[in-house]
Nanobody, 121 residues
C-alpha cells in the first residue's frame, strides 16, 4: 500500500489543523493505521493509532484530549485532527500502516512521506 500524507502547514499556538493520509494500491481497511512525528533533532515518536476493525483509538499522553484520529475506509483515508496546537507539536508528521497493533514505529510496514507542521508561539 502507498500512503500520501497532506495537510501540514504553519499555524499559531492554539490553532487547529487536520492532516490526511490517503492510501492506494492496497486494502486499506485491513491495516491498523498509526501517526508518528519527528521533531528536529529528536527521534520519531508515537502520536496515536486507529484499529482496522472497530476503529478504536490509542493516543500518546502528550496529545490525548487534543488530537483525534479517524478513518474513512470508503475513501481509503485516515485523519489526524489536531486542536489546541502547541509549539512543541512542531514536527514532521508521518502516517503508517501495519498488521500489528503497536506503538513501535519499526513494526509498521508502510509509511507516508511526512508532512511538516510548524506551530508558532
Amino acid at each position: 500500500v502507498q500512503l500520501q500524507a497532506s495537510g501540514g502547514g504553519l499555524v499559531q499556538a492554539g490553532d487547529s489543523l487536520r492532516l490526511s493520509c490517503a492510501a492506494s494500491q492496497g486494502t486499506f481497511s485491513t491495516y491498523n493505521m498509526g501517526w508518528f512525528r519527528q521533531a528536529p533533532g529528536k527521534e520519531r515518536e508515537f502520536v496515536g493509532l486507529i484499529t482496522r476493525d472497530t476503529g478504536s483509538t490509542v493516543y500518546a499522553n502528550s496529545v490525548k484530549g487534543r488530537f483525534t484520529i479517524s478513518r474513512d475506509n470508503a475513501k481509503n483515508t485516515v485523519y489526524l485532527q489536531m486542536n489546541s496546537l502547541k509549539p512543541e507539536d512542531t514536527a514532521v508528521y508521518y502516517c503508517a500502516a501495519g498488521s500489528l497493533l503497536t506503538r513501535e514505529s519499526r513494526r509498521y510496514d508502510y509509511w507516508g512521506q511526512g508532512t511538516l507542521v510548524t506551530v508558532s508561539s
